[in-house]
Each structure stands twice: as structure tokens, then as C-alpha cells.
DNA sequence: TGTTAATTAAACAGCG
DNA sequence: CCGCTGTTTAATTAAC
């Protein structure tokens, strides 16, 4: 399965009819201003990057100009990304189709629709009586990402809900109980230690579980209603083939390559792309970095490129080997911290007092060695001020300043995983050295295929090791 | 047909 | 006591 690129026609007038359709689907978001901003920035240089045609598509950063941190916060990564490419703009009329259709359900009978039909693009504003494609958990992760501080009570839940979603005003009863009964099971949510986080009264506040909020990603990207999904229907009109001829056993594979692990899709997240175009998160910087590395595994790997030269977002060479030498640090650090955090418990929520439910949500970062995965290795830490303390990133941060030649920032602390790392990076003789960066080398590839699958290309190791993990 | 996830309903306890 | 919050169990439905 790979991806391909079946738009010829001009992108301009494409994005411009998929901006006013999106901006409808969420008035008032920052989604419309961005998708503005992405139709007066079009340009032809995508369309000769190696990579646009590749999973790695929605990864590139290519074009970025990072002039400080705080581009790294912009919707600039989300303007570069190609998201409206390969969208054929035929027969493209959501508001006229949905409308249609949503008044074609309301003549065959006086009641609510139980759900949304997946063949109409969904617009919460309007289809007030169509229940939200959504599943509770992605509802609530929307809402608790849009918050201010990635945390809300439930009763902020509930009206952040019905604020985007009208259909629940109107909606039987029961589905408070829903919020609360998802929050209480699934995994993804867990409920901020009361000592640490502020006095709200009754009840606490929930966040998401960083180590499973690439779960609720890829559930909101799986949902075959959301925004994404609609538009990739408009361009290939053979979707299931894409989505549902997955082999047995096999972890079914997204429904696009198109949008690489852990990043944000506007159209898909229209709140959380906001959300987190607002917030000066590390996150971002995470994201960048994920597709730093993912850009050099796939050069490392030999795909995409072909043409000019990838980039990173900082406009390095992918190929280039102060490039590499960097990106080995990285991983480094990520592995040092990765391994700190199961060990520190540095996220201030409470445990989960269940773990026998039924939503052990599938975390699909897992797939074969956990080592190798390339999720596994990236703390999706609280950006919240409460949480800065104990973030592993901001010690990532410092520690590649520290790499970059620069003071590390104030907020560091040493930790001592950091100083034995060092000390024994000092200590070790050129010969393990070279085994190590053979070693590392060695997991890059891994982390490749780990990435790679999980934009929904299989390469022959994950193909291997998939199916040793499913026999 | 069995499994799993999601939804819904309900009961119950704790807390303000 | 009341209402909200949080937990838990169970039944049902749909998708795979």
C-alpha cells in the first residue's frame, strides 16, 4: 500500500473551496485563519519535494523558517504540510450534499439520528441532530487538549461538549454518565493529583495520559467520519480499499499514510490544532523532532529521496552528517529519558485504580520490540506550568542546547541518568563508540520501520516482525 | 460465531 | 439531604 498522489489540478482553487468548506465545519477557529493563511502561501515548490508524495508528507518541515522557539508554536508546520494536496476537487459541495442528506434523514422519520452518516461531512453546528461521529473518549481528549492547561473538571467537559457539539443539548439523557464512565475507564484519561493541582472545589481535574495520548491520535484519525477522512474520500473514490483489505491479524493500518504518527491535522483536529498552534508547547517540539528523525529514517532507509535534498526544520540536510550526528544525540537523549520516566514516574496524576476494563485501548506504539518503537521513546509530557518541573522534555531541550553549544536553559536539572550518560560518553573508548554508533545506527533503521508502519507502510522488517507478533 | 470496543443504564459511595 | 463526582458492574450493540 503506498501512498499515492492523484492531483493534477490547481491546488489554489482546491484549498480555497476546502477552506470554506472547513471553516463552516468549525466557525471561530483558529482553523479558518490558518487554512486562510495556507491558501495565500501556496506554492509550487511542494510539488517537486521527493517527499510530498510520500507517508512522510504531512511530516515535512522543509520550508519552515525557524527563526526562534516561538516559530516552532506557529501553524507554519501545518501550512507546509500539504494537507490539501491530493484532494480532487470534484464534485466537492459538502455544505449542499450534507444538507441534503441531512434533511433526507430528518423526512424518514421524526427522531434523532443515532449517528452521523459517514458519507456526509460532518458540521457539529449544524447536524444538531445527528450524533456526533465521535466517540466519548475522543470527545472528551478534544476538550481537554483545547483547554488552557490541558486539563479540565468534568464539568468543563460537559460544557465544552455541548458548546462545540449541539447535538447534546437536545440529546437524552445519559450521556454525562458516558463522559464520566469513559473518564473513570479508559486508560487514555487520568485525573491530576488533587495536592498538585489546583483547588476546584468538588471533583478533580483530568488530563491526558501522555502515554496514551498517541492512542487517542490515532482513534481520531481511525474514525471514519472525521473531516480528513471525508475530504480523502472526495479524492479517491475507492477508500475501503485502503482502510478495510487489511490482512488478517494485522493491526489495521490507517486510513491514510498521509498523516505521519503523532502529528496534527487541522481538518482532523480543529480544536486541538488550535490548541496547540496557540500553546508554546514542547510538544512541538517533539513533533519537530519526530519528523526530524522520520525525515533522516526515511533518507537513512532510501525512500524519498529522490530530487533535491530533504531538510529538516531547521534547514539541515537531512543526508548531511552533522545532520546525522545530531539526530544520534537525539535518540540518545530520547533513550536516556525514555528510560528515566518508567523509572521517575515524573507525571503528577494519580494512578489509575482499575486496570481490568474493557478499554485497554490497543497501544498500537507497541507494535513488535517496545525498544524499537520510535512512540515509545518520545515523552508526550505535560506542557503545563504545574508539570515544567518534572518534564522530561525540558531536560531534553536543554540537554540538546547543551549539544547546540548553548547555555542550557534555567528550568534544567541534572538528573542523574544525565550524568551518568555523560560520564560514560566521555569515558568510552573510540571502539565502543563505534559499536554504540553501530548499535544506534542499528536502531535507527528499527525505529524506521516502527515509523514507517505506523504511517502505513510496511517494510519488509516490520512485515516480519508483524507477522512473528501475530503467528 | 466469537471477540472486542463502545455505548448506555444503573447502583453506589464519597464529598461539599 | 441534595446534587455532583467518581467508580463499578452489567447489558446491549456494532464492528471486525
Redesign the pocket.
Known amino acids: 500500500m503506498a501512498p499515492t498522489r492523484n492531483s493534477d489540478e490547481s491546488d489554489a482553487s482546491m484549498r480555497e473551496r476546502l477552506v470554506n468548506s472547513l471553516s463552516q465545519s468549525f466557525p471561530g477557529s483558529a482553523l479558518s485563519k490558518a487554512l486562510s493563511c495556507m491558501s495565500a502561501e501556496d506554492s509550487d515548490d511542494d510539488m517537486k519535494d521527493p517527499l510530498s508524495s510520500s507517508c512522510f508528507a504531512e511530516l515535512r518541515l522543509d520550508k519552515v523558517d525557524i527563526e526562534d522557539d516561538d516559530e516552532l508554536t506557529s501553524l507554519s508546520w501545518l501550512q507546509d504540510n500539504d494537507l490539501l494536496k491530493n484532494i480532487k476537487p470534484s464534485d466537492v459541495d459538502d455544505d449542499d450534499d450534507s444538507q441534503k442528506e441531512n434533511d433526507n434523514i430528518h423526512r424518514d422519520g421524526n427522531h434523532f439520528n ?2 452521523h452518516p459517514p458519507h456526509v461531512p460532518y458540521n457539529p453546528q449544524k447536524h444538531i441532530h445527528s ?1 456526533p461521529p ?5 470527545l472528551i481528549f478534544m476538550a481537554v487538549e483545547d483547554s488552557p492547561h490541558k486539563k479540565l ?3 468543563d467537559i ?1 460544557s465544552w461538549i455541548l458548546n462545540h457539539f449541539p447535538y447534546f443539548q437536545n ?8 463522559v ?7 486508560k487514555c484519561f487520568k ?1 491530576v493529583d488533587k495536592d498538585r493541582g489546583q483547588s476546584i ?6 488530563c491526558i495520559d501522555p502515554d496514551y495520548r498517541p492512542n487517542l491520535l490515532q ?1 481520531l484519525r481511525k474514525t ?1 467520519y472525521h473531516p480528513y477522512h471525508q475530504l480523502q474520500m472526495l479524492a479517491n473514490p475507492q477508500p475501503t480499499q485502503q ?2 483489505y ?1 490482512p488478517n491479524g494485522m493491526r ?1 493500518m490507517p486510513l491514510t499514510p498521509r498523516f505521519g504518527p503523532n502529528t496534527i491535522s487541522p481538518h482532523l483536529f480543529p480544536f486541538l490544532s488550535k490548541r496547540l498552534a496557540q500553546s508554546n508547547s514542547d510538544n512541538n517540539d517533539i513533533d519537530r523532532d519526530i519528523q526530524d528523525v522520520a525525515h533522516t529514517l526515511v533518507s537513512l532507509k532510501g525512500l524519498g529521496s529522490r530530487g533535491s535534498p530533504a531538510r529538516s526544520s531547521d534547514g539541515e540536510d537531512y543526508a548531511s552528517n552533522s545532520y546525522r550526528m545530531r539526530l544520534k544525540r537525539k535518540q540518545m537523549q530520547l533513550k536516556t529519558d525514555f528510560v528515566k520516566r518508567r523509572h521517575t514516574e515524573p507525571i503528577v496524576v ?1 494512578e ?3 486496570e ?7 497501544n498500537f506504539g507497541n507494535i513488535g520490540s517496545p525498544a524499537s518503537s520510535i512512540d515509545e521513546e518520545y515523552d508526550f509530557g505535560e506542557e503545563d506550568d504545574n508539570f515544567s518541573e518534572c518534564s522530561d522534555m525540558s531536560d531534553w531541550d536543554s540537554d540538546m542546547d547543551e549539544v547546540d553549544g548553548d547555555i542550557p536553559d534555567k528550568h534544567t536539572k541534572i538528573t542523574p541518568h544525565k550524568n551518568i550518560q555523560n560520564s560514560s560518553m566521555v569515558k568510552m573508548t573510540s571502539r565502543k563508540r563505534k559499536e554504540m554508533e553501530e548499535e544506534e545506527q542499528k536502531k535507527i533503521v528499527e525505529g524506521a520501520d516502527a515509523l514507517l508502519n505506523l504511517a502505513g507502510i510496511m517494510t519488509n522488517s516490520s512485515s516480519l516482525k508483524s507477522n512473528r507478533s501475530h503467528s
Request: proline letters at 12%; hydrophobic letters at 25%; one cysteine or more.
Open positions: 443515532p449517528t450524533k465521535y466517540s466519548f473518549s475522543c473538571p468534568v464539568k460537559y440529546a437524552p439523557t445519559g450521556w454525562k454518565n458516558s464520566r464512565h469513559n473518564l473513570s475507564l479508559n485525573k472545589g468538588k471533583g478533580s481535574l483530568w482513534a471514519p482502510y478495510h487489511v489495521p494519580t489509575v485504580p482499575s481490568d476494563h474493557t478499554y485497554s485501548l490497543t
